[in-house]
Structure formats: structure tokens, C-alpha cells
């Protein structure tokens, strides 16, 4: 197709959206001209609940494969659009279902709660589903007190941590994006900005969460830079916060912890992409039913308790 200016790209995908009956929606890691294009921008909760209440006819998922795999399943009479067909988490394919299967049989009676990051096979062997900012509350509101949490080790150490009193069998998975970095980079980073309190997502390592200020999801981490009285910030996530964290807060500024915190397949989607998904119906997200329905169950019941 004719390559077209982005300002005239963003034109002609708002009027494709309103023709197609289309939302988009755009996770905080995505491109800033993506995010400027989106009807809504969050982290994974909030696009989740989003596209479930949406009554749009078509949802066009800026982010990586779990997320608008999500939105299918529980949207299953819309159609969901993933502008980038790689666009993949690798944390979400550390883990198969039958690595849920053989937890489950070496811990009998204990409930398994998923990260929001896996797949729908996955999700439909586990019993609820979280995100980062409410992983704690779920693992915390179950009655049992041995509980499966998977696949980040990194997250389930973080809830572990805050839930002491129970039991946490944790798999052995991770984000490389978050994981690519140690505490030697937070001193280092503290050292040059002394008076920048430190702000990190829950998917990085124990010892760089431990010398942090604040703990939280990616929209959780934008709220508190926006509401600090403080004018400097280190970032210990994807740098595609940085757009709404300058949006929010002209006058503050932000250093990122390191500049390896990209993520190659947030980083993917293009307004080209999204014209394209737009324009040629793809691609589209397809759940089988009976995996869709068990993992319905599991992310229903997250959302029921919010
Ligand atoms: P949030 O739920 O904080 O948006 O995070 C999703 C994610 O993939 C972080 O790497
Ligand atoms: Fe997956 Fe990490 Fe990228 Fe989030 S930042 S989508 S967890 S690889």
C-alpha cells in the first residue's frame, strides 16, 4: 500500500475505527504515536476490564498476544485485532499447560493463581487469574494456605513476601526486559540522581525491588510520579511509560534505570500496523471454545473481585 504521513496515517485509522464499529486500545509500553492513536491507554488490568465492558464491535489490542488473547476470551463475539502477529511475551510462553498440570498433581488441593501474562491454555488450567497491581489482594484473599503462582518468579517473590503467612510454589519464569538489570544499577542510578525516589515494576528482580520507593504496575507507577511533590524520578520499567509520566507531569523529570528496559514486541506495533490491522482485518485472535471457556472462568473471577 501507499505509505501515507503519520498525521494522515492517525486520520484515515480513527475513520477506519468509527467505520468498523472499532475500539483501540494501547498498553502503556506501545509507541507513543500508537498511544496518541488509542481510544484507551493502561495497564493490563485496566485494558482488560475495558475490552470486557467495551460494546464495540471490533478491538484493536496495541499490546502483545496474552493481552488481546484475553480480550477474546472474554469478548468472544467481537472480533479482536493483533496488529503485530509476533508481537509476543516471551514470560507468557515460558510456560505450557501441561507445566500447570504436573504442579497441580505434586500439590494436590492447592489453588493455582496466573499471572494475566500466559496463555489461554494455561489460563484454563488455572483457578484465578492477577496482574501486577492486584497479585497481592488475590494470593491474600484465597482461604488456602499452600498456593501455586505462576510464571513469574519475580512477581510470586513480591507477593510471597507481603502474604507471609501462606505458602508460595513459585515456577520458574521471568521478563527478560525487567530482569536485565541488578541492584549494582539502582545504586548506580541513585548516586547520580540522590534526590530522584526510585519507582519499579514488581517483575523485576527481589534485590532491585528491595532498594526501591515504590513497588508497582505500570498505570500504578504513572499515578504515583503524577501525585509525588518530587521533581526527579528513576524508572525501573519499560520506557514506554515515559510518554503519559511527561504528558501528566511537563515540569518533572525522568531517568530511565537503564536504557535496556525495551521491550522488543511492545515496541512492534506501528500506526502502519495498525492501519494495516485496520484495513485487512488482521490478525485475528481466535480462542478454541472449550479452552476459551476455562480461561473465562479463571479471568472472570479476577475481575468479580474488583
Ligand atoms: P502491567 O500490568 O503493569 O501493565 O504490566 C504488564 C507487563 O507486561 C509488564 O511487563
Ligand atoms: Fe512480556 Fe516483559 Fe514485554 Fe511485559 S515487558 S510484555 S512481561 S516481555
Redesign the pocket.
Known sequence: MVEQSQNGLAKEIKRMARERGAIIVA???QNDEVQDVADEV????YLSRVCAKSNAKVIVFCG?RFMAESAKILSPQKTVLLPERSAG?P?ANSITAQDVVRLKAEHPGAPVVCY??TSAEVKAECDICC???NAVRIVKGLPENEIIFVPDINLGSYVAKRVPEKKLILFNGC?V??NRFGADEVVAARQKYPDAPVAV?P?CSQPVCELADFIG????IIDFCKSSDKKRFIIG??MGVFHKLKADSPDKEFYLLTPRLI?ANMKMTSLQSVYNALNENKTVIEVEENIRKRASACLERMLALK
Open positions: 498498553h502503556n509500553y493502561g495497564d493490563s488490568f502483545v511475551c514470560m494475566i501474562n496482574t501486577s497491581s521478563c526486559t525487567h515494576h517483575e504496575s505500570t498505570s500504578e520499567t519499560e521491550c
